[in-house]
Nanobody
């Protein structure tokens, strides 16, 4: 029943920036821990960043820490991923995901998340 729709992907040169958005349907957005994952061709889907229900706790993969920032606006049912200093190795399909369980801490495992968007392509040229 819950739908997530990503937007904001595109093609940028190395060193550039993009801001991804994920819009959620329904009125229970604030009850979900939200995360961003990415998947490059031939590789497993990996955790990028996550944010707690109120937005007070954030978790990042080491590969993107200090470059990416996750945020959310519960009034607008939207989660964002600001990506700066992009590198060619950031090229992937980026997925928005929601966790509806009872964990307090942000999960890192793909299998923990219940709802997924269809993804948005991010391509970083060298």
């Amino acid at each position: 029943q819950v739908q997530l729709v990503e937007s904001g992907g595109g093609l940028v040169q190395a060193g550039g920036s993009l801001r991804l958005s994920c819009a959620a349907s329904g009125r229970t957005f604030s009850s979900y821990i939200m995360g961003w994952f990415r998947q490059a061709p031939g590789k497993e889907r990996e955790f990028v960043a996550g944010i707690s229900r109120s937005g007070g706790n954030k978790l990042y993969a080491d590969s993107v820490k200090a470059r990416f920032t996750i945020s959310r606006d519960n009034a607008k049912n939207t989660v964002f991923l600001q990506m700066n200093s992009l590198k060619p190795e950031d090229t992937a399909i980026y997925y928005c995901a929601g966790y509806s369980g009872t964990y307090f801490s942000v999960p890192r495992r793909t299998m923990e998340y219940d709802y997924w968007g269809q993804g948005t392509q991010v391509t970083v040229s060298s």
